[in-house]
């Protein structure tokens, strides 16, 4: 079984208007209420490449009913801990032809009750299972809660896919992840440098092998992607032409699609290529991807080996 952990889950509340103008009165064109998160995002990819997936983390109020509801309506199975008090945050999305604004929500407070209820529902994962950590951590949740869950789960040969940032990333690496996948700002903002060049990225790619990841996955955006594998060798992925229509989603989407790449073949090469296909299917979405939109991507992909 594939888990995805989204620790504070939103609706994403997308709206489009001619001009957002401050300090008055703003009238829409269109919305959409989406249910939203890092591993929300990679559950419902997963799901359309048919693997059995189920979402964890906090939800609460009316607005975490619509996030556990739209998930269940995709046959997306769920096990969320419900809070007792406060809602799931609603994160705004107002785009206008020229410019996207986003405001984001705070998100409940997670009790330390709450915590114990999660901890019993990881306690359930079995040897071989896929735990996937992605996006922010919640109010009330200590900064070290990613390695808390690593550390209860290291007896058990669980696949662990770590995608956040900085210290939040860095921190699990001892736990050596089986997955992780910053991007190449992100990486420059863990060691404090500054990347120029493709030799320079793939160096600090290697930093974070040697701290402890299997396998580093460097999501470029319309640059691309590389791959750093478990025995060592690099992979690169092209980005096929399209107009880029959401951001939002398209690392998580890459994550599920080289996950499922890699389940279904066990092989490096075809699992970057169904990732790139994924997340660059979705950004040539309004949501995420559906599978017709990655199959039309999906043999566009070119993947090399870079030799270094």
Request: zero cysteines; charged letters at 20%.
């Amino acid at each position: 079984m594939i888990y995805t952990v989204t620790l504070n889950p939103a609706i994403d509340y997308v709206v489009t208007m001619d001009q957002l103008n401050k300090g008055t009165l703003n009238r829409t064109l269109s919305e959409q209420f989406y249910a939203g998160g890092k591993g929300i995002n990679v559950s419902q990819i997963l799901n359309e490449h048919e693997l059995n997936n189920m979402a964890l983390g906090f939800i609460s109020g009316f607005t975490g009913v619509f996030i556990e509801n739209s998930l269940a309506e995709k046959g997306i199975k769920t096990d969320f801990v419900h809070l007792t008090k406060g809602y799931s945050r609603i994160n705004l999305k107002a785009k206008t032809a020229s410019e996207e604004t986003e405001i984001n929500g705070l998100g409940p407070m997670v009790t330390p009750a709450a915590i114990e209820a999660f901890f019993l529902k990881l306690a359930q994962l079995q040897e071989n299972d896929v735990l996937i950590l992605a996006g922010s951590l919640a109010p009330g949740l200590p900064d070290n809660f990613y390695e808390q869950i690593m550390k209860k789960l290291q007896q058990k040969s669980i696949k662990i896919v770590v995608d956040s940032t900085k210290n939040t990333l860095l921190n699990t690496l001892k736990y050596e992840p089986f997955l992780i996948k910053p991007n190449h700002h992100e990486i420059a903002e863990m060691f404090e440098v500054e990347i120029n060049t493709i030799a320079e990225l793939l160096t600090y790619g290697h930093k974070l092998k040697e701290m402890g990841a299997q396998n580093v996955l460097i999501s470029m955006g319309g640059a691309g992607a590389f791959l750093i594998s478990e025995n060592g060798e690099i992979y690169q992925s092209n980005v096929p032409k399209g107009v880029v229509k959401n951001s939002v989603g398209a690392g998580d989407s890459m994550v599920a699609g080289f996950i499922a790449g890699y389940l279904k073949t066990k092989q490096y090469e075809e699992a970057l290529r169904l990732g790139a296909a994924s997340g660059s299917a979705t950004a040539f979405s309004s949501d995420v991807a559906k599978m017709a939109d990655i199959k039309k991507i999906v043999n566009v992909i070119q993947v090399k080996k870079v030799v270094r």
